[in-house]
């Protein structure tokens, strides 16, 4: 049987991807690891894609990095360099950079796949060792709209406010800018119990993707026009008399406002806004009205836009509207993307925020953190700018000069690259912690070389707000440090007043007291907890507590307990299209990549068959582009050679190019949404030529 600890046995933990922390068992195979199945897990029951059988790959590769490399002023190379000569130089550059220039020259990016203790620790560097307000990381590119929304209109934000599993008990699942079926197979089963329980699956999105397959119905909306058919569903409930009242009078506020808006929704308008047909649109709208259990999930599709956190907002009205929230198998949930996306932005690494998901900005979260850290409130830094707005101030006067950057590949995953590239050049110093050489890395002044995911131990929290361990399985190769080891000796070499540890449980501890009380509260749980229950879900106030699978059945997360209908306005894309930029770009995932693709791309049983771009039949025609030749597609902020994809599953007035290749961000917009800061991934104007 699988044992929970590193033996010759295997040893139980979770998959380095996605968000759906799909359970797995590792074994050393020589110079690999042989995956397989933790079928008694019960988000994936078993199941695992691709990327998640393929994962051992990267043990033992050869392009994984085993020796801190420092950049040669002389030659511009870099060199192999001892952990000592690197962190030295290291802390006595940041030291003069912080006392010519102040605390806030130097910043820290993180990422959304750390574990929740390296998000600490990670916050905690920044905060109190650097003393600088400059940190924030790339989940602010992932679902920060989703949470800003949730905030907002529930007063918290946790992706699924139930187990994944509910979903298999619902009448009518409305997915709005997810392709679930690719980018998280395992979860496809519990879709197709949904179906077989006779329940029915509604998919809107631009593209015709796998998991239109399995709908029922299929909206295909032009990128950027989500919002409105939230608004038009809200007239035609309204109109229908399908509003639950009751739930609306006793649970929520502001519904008033929110039914006069979508008042001028009609289904024609929609129609004429978002490329909809009207009748689908009724008939969306009489599947949900005559459903006692609906859910609606928003994910990156929704999401990545301008106007993100109005968008989900939207749709959180309809769930609203529809007396969902809190209802067994019914509700609004947002299908989170990172492996961390969830516990990443809990624990400290947001500019904005402290452990447990306080906000920096409250005296009495900075005090409480504060008393855990053992430093003065005083002492701690306010708030910093959000991810894409720190990248565009380096190297300027008042901007950072100095970045450090954990778990992310910058240089291929922010928008418009093709500007922030530029500002990481003109840093005095960069360092990049990884495992190989990624874009970002190739940059640096500094490379220092860390462990993966199999060779170390930590918490993840998965999309349900499950807090899950992954466990060391591996010794890492020689040369190669723990994050929190890392972070430990730099924060004690640039002088931190306070001690850091380098054990995962004793940080994890240190985050639970940081956290008690917060609104993500991890009070509850230890590592011991988590591998005898296999999974905890927050929050979690004491050892007693069962954790919270569901939440709102009785109250909303606001102090009076009542869920906001918010009132929104369609704006529209950033960049509408044009006679210069006549297509509609969107962007994307695919099964095979993960994000920025620096490991993926390394797998060589994971086909690296990009950039690739998707357009329509009748578009291929007009411009005459053939099937697996290439093209060219221009914005305003580059251009990107791919091969042509022609396929009749897209709009003939969209293209889509996934984002796990150099040069699919050239093209992005950076647009930011006002509230989550959240630039625009998923839509901008677009030509395309042969
Ligand atoms: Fe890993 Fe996500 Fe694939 Fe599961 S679905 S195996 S967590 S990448």
């Not at 991890?522 to 106030?541: K, L, N, Q, S």
């Amino acid at each position: 049987p699988a044992t929970r600890t590193a033996t010759r046995t295997a040893t139980r933990t979770h998959c380095p991807y996605c968000s759906l922390q799909c359970g797995m068992t590792l074994q050393p195979r020589g110079r690999t690891l042989e995956v397989q199945p933790w079928a008694e897990f019960p988000v994936n029951e078993g199941g695992l894609c691709r990327k998640g059988w393929t994962a051992g790959g990267l043990r033992g590769h050869r392009e994984r990095l085993t020796s801190p490399l420092l950049r040669d002023r002389a030659t511009g190379a870099l060199r192999e360099a001892s952990w000592d000569e690197a962190l030295d130089l290291l802390a006595g550059r940041l030291r003069a950079l912080r006392a010519e220039h102040g605390p806030d020259a130097v910043a820290v990016f993180g990422g959304g796949g750390l574990t929740n203790e390296k998000a600490y620790q990670l916050g905690k560097l920044a905060r109190v060792a650097l003393g600088t307000s400059q940190i924030d990381y790339n989940g602010r590119w992932c679902m920060s709209s989703a949470a800003s929304a949730g905030n907002r209109a529930l007063g918290v934000d946790r992706g699924l406010p139930f187990p994944l599993a509910d979903v298999e008990g619902t009448e009518v699942l409305v997915l709005v800018g997810s392709n679930l079926v690719e980018t998280m197979p395992p979860a496809a089963r519990h879709l197709d119990r949904l179906r077989e329980n006779g329940g029915r699956v509604v998919v809107i999105d631009p593209r015709r993707t796998p998991t239109a397959d399995r709908a029922d119905l299929v909206l295909q909306p032009v990128p950027g026009t989500d919002l409105v058919l939230a608004l038009g569903l809200l007239h035609l409930l309204d109109a229908a008399g399908a509003v639950d009242t009751a739930y609306v009078e006793t649970r929520t506020t502001g519904w008033a406002a929110v039914k006069a808006a979508a008042a001028g929704w009609w289904p024609e308008r929609v129609e004429r806004v978002s490329g909809v047909p009207a009748a689908q649109l009724r008939e969306l709208a009489d599947l949900l009205a005559g459903a006692e259990k609906a859910m609606v999930l928003t994910a990156r599709g929704a999401e990545q836009h301008a106007q993100g956190t109005a968008t989900v907002l939207a749709w959180i009205d309809v769930a609203l509207a529809l007396g969902l929230p809190g209802r067994p198998h019914s509700g609004w949930g947002c299908l989170t993307g990172q492996g961390n996306g969830q516990g990443g932005r809990e624990h400290g690494q947001k500019a904005d925020q402290l452990p447990g998901y306080r906000m920096i900005d409250d005296p009495a979260a900075r005090a409480h953190v504060a008393g855990v850290w053992g430093v003065e409130p005083d002492s701690l830094p306010g708030p910093g700018r959000s991810a894409y707005e720190l990248l565009e101030a380096l190297g300027t006067e008042d901007g950072a000069k100095a970045l450090l950057v954990f778990g992310s590949n910058i240089a291929v995953s922010a928008p418009r690259t093709g500007h922030v590239v530029p500002r990481l050049e003109a840093l005095d110093l960069l360092v990049v912690a990884d495992l190989v050489m990624s874009e970002t890395a190739a940059l640096a002044d500094v490379v220092l070389p860390v462990t993966q995911w199999a060779e170390e131990t930590g918490t993840m929290t998965n999309l349900e707000g499950r807090v899950v361990l992954r466990e060391r399985a591996v010794e890492p190769p020689a040369g190669v440090r723990d994050e929190l080891a890392l972070i430990a000796d730099l924060a004690a070499r640039v002088g931190s007043p306070v001690p850091f540890s380098t054990e995962a449980a004793e940080v994890f501890a240190e985050l639970g007291r940081a956290s008690s009380g917060g609104r993500a509260d991890y009070a509850g749980i230890d590592h011991d907890r988590i591998r005898r229950e296999e999974g905890v879900f927050w929050p979690c106030p004491s050892p007693e507590h069962p954790g919270t699978p569901r939440l709102f059945t009785e109250r909303f997360a606001h102090a009076d307990g009542l869920a906001r209908f918010v009132t929104v306005e369609h704006a529209g894309p950033a960049e509408p299209v044009d006679d210069a930029y006549p297509l509609h770009l969107t962007t994307g995932r695919v099964l095979a990549q993960y994000q920025s693709g620096a490991q993926t791309r390394r797998i060589a049983e994971l086909p690296d068959d990009g950039p690739f771009v998707e357009l329509h039949p009748m578009l291929a025609d007009r411009i005459g582009a053939h099937h697996g030749e290439p093209v060219v597609v221009t914005t305003r902020r580059g251009e990107l050679k791919a091969t042509a994809r022609v396929v009749d599953t897209i709009r003939p007035d969209t293209v889509f190019v996934p984002f796990h290749w150099v040069g699919a961000n050239r093209l992005t917009h950076d647009a930011l949404d006002p509230a989550s800061r959240m630039p625009e991934f998923k839509v901008c104007a677009c030509a395309v030529r042969t």
